[in-house]
């Protein structure tokens, strides 16, 4: 039996999904593999480009792509990033905060069809100054490719709610 | 050819448009003011977080969001770091990787309606050892809204081209 409940038992033979641990539940050291992954295309990446206004042809035009080292489009790396960092919101669904990113590298080329998956682990545990509510995480999170490659790094921190004594609780959650 | 040409005389009379720096045009201290600025909604930051498979009540469920601590809707921080990466993308297109972000900070939240202008000053260059003809660059990106309010500063380690080099002229560009 899991120490990590999905539902809250909210009346007899009654339950609410639940998602995200609270900060109590981490503990450096720990590892995560979000689930689902994710395939992306090229018309993704088209997307992203044209929603982020990103002028980088590399990224939408195969003829100009075919000249490169790289011989097709490339995957836009803030559709990777974005990606990454959505696949784990079932672990951290309850961060007020994203504190920021210490870095975010980008290790091997992603191209349309390949699929992301995210890895996480908890690398420090703190209590947040002047915050009662939530303490603070650092986390590393990595994105692997179909072939188990690592794609992107991405250290960052995260405030994340105490149990509780939340907004989550308040508003049903 | 003067690094701030935005066209080039392909045969008289004849201009094809440019964007973008060499390695040799850059020099350390320089800034670049980005344009356009950008304004936020959150309908897209919306789109943008659910196709990433985020779910977080803090970012999707507007409801839950305007009432607890983080107050009126915010804007995804990923898509805001992501609009301002291809805010980058005219003056510094001439790149063969995005290597990786760092330093990345969140001051103060974008809101929806809030427009974001953003600029970029070089840091450093040094030329690649292993790719003749290559170089990275180190740059600062501060963002700002309309308002003056300070909301993303990071660095970014990208690889570009040196003058003469890559698929430009191949590819037509």
Known sequence: MSEFLAYIETGEKRYRERFGLDFEQFAAGQKFKHRPGLTLSQQDSRDECLDTINAQMLHFDEQFAAHTEWKRCLMDSTLTTKVVMGMTWKTFAKRVKLLGFDEITLTKPVFGGDTLYAESEILEKADAAGKARAGRLKVRTVGLNQKGEVVAKLVYGLLVARAGQDDYTRHNY | MDKLASHVEV?????????????????????????????????????????????????????????????????????????????????????????????VEFHEPVRDGDTVYAESTVLEKRGSKS???????????TARTHHGRLVCTFERQILIYGRGQGPYEAAGY
């Not at chain 2, 201290?29 to 930051?45: A, D, V, Y």
């Not at chain 2, 790719?131 to 990106?141: A, E, H, K, M, S």
């Open chain 2, 131 to 141: 790719r003749p003809g290559q170089g990275i660059i180190r740059v600062r990106t």
């Open chain 2, 11 to 103: 045969a008289p009379g004849v201009f094809l448009e440019r964007m973008g720096l060499f390695f040799e045009d850059v020099e350390v201290g320089e800034t670049f003011e980005h344009r356009p600025g950008k304004t936020f909604t959150i309908e897209e930051s919306l789109r943008h977080t659910l196709r990433a498979l985020d779910q977080s009540p803090m970012l999707t469920d507007l409801n839950f969001h305007d009432q607890c601590e983080a107050g009126a809707w915010i804007i995804n921080p990923l898509h805001v770091l992501a609009v301002l990466t291809g805010m980058m993308t005219k003056t510094f297109s001439r790149i063969v990787a995005n290597l990786a972000w760092e330093k």
